[in-house]
């Protein structure tokens, strides 16, 4: 995948569960744009390794961070330490998250804490960590990893989507909050990336409810981001669907 920001090369970025899916390819198309880049993941260390190595060959800063988001002791310290890793970070990528159906009236304490402890609460102090300590680098960012369903309601997966809709407020709260020092956006995907049970039949489905008549990939979210960190800088607070325009349609 080409890149459309060499201006990246300025950028030191720590992207969370970087090891693979949107993430992998994430790190890999910042790297093209020269980024330098700290990967944090939870249990996935070969792929973290493998993807380390392969921006080191490329020429790029690169490594590697192992951290549970939802514990509070391991991540108390993962911006200072992606900081020693790399050199001073401008831009987060709060990309981590965790999919789970949650029908209704089968919602556990459990499934929820780990929605929220993953998908907000952890992005919610990383930002705060980065706050404390960037807003004096030139260009400092962070980039939030949303979800069309945050704003749009889908049934069987309520907490899911409401841990969601959460980091869509935070990311607008804190771009006024943190204005003018540091920039906050995010990215609501929408199909972008098939389940491994999703077969040729269930996937030409998905096509047709897509205004655009097909899913998207890694890739375009990949690109969303590196526009956001590398971008006009006027932009701030402001949630891109990457979607094919699912959102507007009804299923």
Excluded at 70 to 92: H, Q
Excluded at 221 to 230: D, K, N, S, Y
Aim: glycine share 8%; aromatic share 6%.
């Amino acid at each position: 995948m080409s890149c459309s920001h060499p201006e990246l090369s300025d950028t030191r970025v720590l992207i969370t569960g970087a090891a693979a899916r949107i993430g992998k390819t994430t790190a890999q198309h910042l790297a093209d744009c020269g980024a330098d880049v700290a990967i944090h993941y939870r249990s996935s260390e070969e792929p973290a390794r493998r993807l380390r190595d392969e921006l080191n060959d490329q020429g790029i800063t690169c490594e590697i961070l192992q951290a549970d988001l939802t514990d509070v002791d391991e991540l108390s310290d993962l911006v200072a330490r992606a900081d020693d890793a790399i050199g001073p970070i401008n831009a987060l990528v709060n990309n981590a998250a965790i999919w789970r159906d949650t029908p209704f009236g089968d919602v556990t304490h459990s499934q929820w804490d780990a929605l929220f402890d993953t998908n907000l609460r952890a992005p919610f102090f990383l930002t705060q960590q980065f706050a404390n300590r960037a807003a004096d680098r030139p260009g400092a960012c962070v980039v939030n990893l949303v979800d069309v369903f945050g704003k749009r309601p889908l049934v069987g997966y309520s907490a899911y989507g409401m841990s969601k809709a959460a980091l869509w407020y935070m990311t607008e709260v804190l771009a006024a909050e943190l204005a003018p020092h540091i920039r906050v956006n995010g990215i609501a995907p929408g199909t972008v990336l098939l389940n491994e049970d999703h077969d040729a039949d269930m996937a030409d489905e998905l096509d047709e409810r897509i205004p655009m008549g097909l899913t998207g990939g890694p890739e375009d979210v990949a690109e969303t981001v590196a526009f956001l960190i590398g971008g006009p800088s006027y932009i701030t607070g402001e949630v891109i669907a990457v979607d094919g325009a699912r959102r507007h349609i009804a299923d």
